[in-house]
Structures are given as structure tokens and as C-alpha cells.
């Protein structure tokens, strides 16, 4: 067993991230670090996990996060941390460690491999320093890649995005108010965005639009895409063409009609589907749950490849949905 300590375990996705290392056959919970919920057992917190989960959380800070590390024989630390908290971290653990940091503080980074695992798992095999992607860019880089792989975009694609408030995180704001997204739909960062960038250093250029929604959890991606003129596309080809693409990811599943996001909540799957085409413009909608995919599956993922486990992405089966 390979032995992963947690530092912001307290959020929504962190949550959902000891869950899933909880269910984990190769991974167990070393600790789990968050000053609010400190001396708490972990179990009083997050529901669901095993029976055998003693461990409480831990107020660890960047000056003690080593020790821990040590004490514990940890081999790998996942960085649940709001932006810019990262770094004395980074600073502090051992080169020998695999670190997978959620925020996007190392997304840039060129000492960091990109964790999009489905179009980067042999240079993350072994990797120590693995940026998981953010959620929107997750979503829209797997939905664009095969166009953009094959040559065929024009321009910049403009993305329309809308999430559940979940991914506004746990400190109060205007984007999880209740109140506030009651019968409403919010518009934030028009221009800018930070998985705008992503996605532009990483895949394309592209313009994005994010909202979040009354729900909960779960992200639609609307994109709009123009092709090359010398491009003829045809919905049934290109739904052909995406199935032959993902067909060895069993967590990117191909749909002819658009998804919605109620079919994709509490599951560990990208889904693709629309594919209306108008002339040289392509529409693809995109759903994931922001949680999962979006974050603590995806961290699941390069743990694995990290930690040079098997290459499974976490032993849930697909549509999995008891880590709600």
C-alpha cells in the first residue's frame, strides 16, 4: 500500500478525495491536514468511508507538513489548497515525494507535468510534480482535443460554461450564496479566466465564459467551434471519430445527444456528446462533475501514475456514485 497524506481536507473536494483513497486497493490515508477541523476524526466529516478509518485531522502547516511526511512514511501529498497557498509547501517536501497540486498554481509551470491524464499518461508515469488540471479545462480541452489533434479548428473556439456552486468551494462568496443564486444564474471572470489561460498554454486558444447555477455539482461546457474551411464535417463521422479516440478511457464516455448535467452528477466520466454541425461550425457540449473528474478523481489518476501503480484510474467502477 502506497500511503498519501491530504493537506485542506476540509472542502468539498477534499471530501470527496479521502473517500476516494479510502476505496483505493493500493492507496491508504496517511493523514489528513485542516486547522478548522483539527483533532476531529476524519470520519465525523467525511461520510461513507471504511470502518477502519481512525485517523483525525491534523492543523498541518507548511513548517510541519515534513515531518509528517517522515513520521508517517507518506509517499505522496495531494495539495488541496486555495490558489496561492501551494508554494512553502512545494518548498518544504522532499524531491522524493509525489505531490499533486490541485490549484492552479503549478498549471503553468514547466518544472510540473500537466496532469490531463488521457493525452499525457506516459510523461506523468513516475512523475514527482503533477498540476492537476482545473475542471472547466478539463472538460473542454478532452472535448476539443481530437479537433485540434487532427488540425482542423479555425480560430478560437468560445466556450460557454455554467457550474454548480460546490466549485465557488467552502468560504462564503456571492457564487454559493443561496440566496443569491436562487432562480438566478451568475456571470463571473468574462474575460481572463484562469482556465481560459489553461487551456490556451495547454490545447488552443479559446474564449470562456464561466456562470455557476443554483445546482450543487457538476459543470456544462457549450462550444462552439469553427473549422477550417477544407474541413467537411458530418455529425455521425465525427461522433465516430471521438468514440475511436476514447475508446481506451473509461473515464471519457461519447454520447450522440447533448448530456446534461443531472446524468453526470456523482459520476467519474467526461461526457461528450451534441456534435451539431452548421455549415463549418461544430457545437459540443461537454458535462463533468466538478468534484470528481474535475478534481479528486483526476487526482486518483496521477497518484496513480505518480506512484507508478497499475494504471487504472481508481478501482470505482465507472458511474460510481456512493462517493456522494
Known amino acids: 500500500m502506497k500511503r498519501v497524506g491530504v493537506v485542506g481536507a476540509r472542502g468539498h473536494t477534499g471530501a470527496e478525495l479521502i473517500r476516494l483513497i479510502d476505496r483505493h486497493p493500493e492507496l491508504t490515508l496517511a493523514f489528513a491536514g485542516s486547522r478548522r477541523h483539527a483533532g476531529t476524526p476524519v470520519a465525523e466529516v467525511v461520510e461513507g468511508l471504511s470502518e477502519a478509518s481512525t485517523l483525525e485531522f491534523e492543523a498541518i502547516v507548511a513548517d510541519s507538513v515534513a515531518r509528517r511526511v517522515a513520521d508517517t512514511e507518506t509517499d505522496a501529498v ?14 518544504a517536501l522532499p524531491a522524493s515525494v509525489v505531490i499533486v497540486d490541485l490549484s492552479a498554481d503549478h498549471r503553468f509551470d514547466e518544472g ?30 478532452l472535448a476539443l482535443g481530437p479537433l485540434v489533434d487532427d488540425g482542423a479548428v479555425d480560430g478560437a473556439p468560445r466556450i460557454f460554461g455554467v457550474s454548480g456552486f460546490s466549485g465557488a468551494g467552502t468560504s462564503p462568496s456571492p457564487r454559493n450564496d443561496p440566496e443569491r443564486l436562487r432562480d438566478n444564474l451568475i456571470p463571473y471572470a468574462l474575460v481572463g479566466h484562469v482556465h481560459e489561460r489553461e487551456i490556451t498554454r495547454h490545447l488552443h486558444p479559446v474564449h470562456f465564459c464561466p456562470h455557476v447555477a443554483p445546482h450543487f455539482r457538476g459543470i456544462s461546457l457549450t462550444i462552439d ?42 459520476r467519474h466520466a467526461v461526457h461528450l456528446g451534441g456534435f451539431a454541425v452548421q455549415g463549418q461550425r461544430v457545437v459540443i457540449v461537454a458535462t463533468i462533475d466538478n468534484l470528481l473528474k474535475g478534481a479528486a478523481t483526476q487526482a486518483v489518476q496521477n497518484l496513480n501514475l505518480g506512484l507508478e501503480l497499475e494504471d487504472v484510474w481508481s478501482g470505482i467502477p465507472v458511474g460510481d456514485t456512493s462517493s456522494l
Not at 490558489?83 to 518548498?91: K, L, S
Not at 500537466?114 to 473542454?140: D, F, K, Q
Open 78 to 91: 495531494v495539495l488541496a489548497l486555495p490558489n496561492g497557498a501551494a508554494p512553502p509547501f512545494v518548498a
Open 225 to 266: 467551434v469553427t473549422l477550417r474551411p477544407d474541413v467537411a464535417p458530418e455529425p455521425e463521422a465525427l461522433v465516430a471519430t471521438y468514440r475511436a479516440r476514447y475508446a481506451d478511457e473509461p473515464l471519457v464516455e461519447v454520447v450522440a445527444e447533448a448530456p446534461e448535467v443531472r446524468d453526470i452528477q456523482g
Open 112 to 141: 510540473w507535468r500537466y496532469g490531463l491524464v488521457e493525452r499525457a499518461r506516459r510523461r506523468l508515469w513516475g512523475a514527482r510534480r503533477i498540476a492537476n488540471p482545473g475542471c472547466y479545462a478539463t472538460g473542454a480541452q
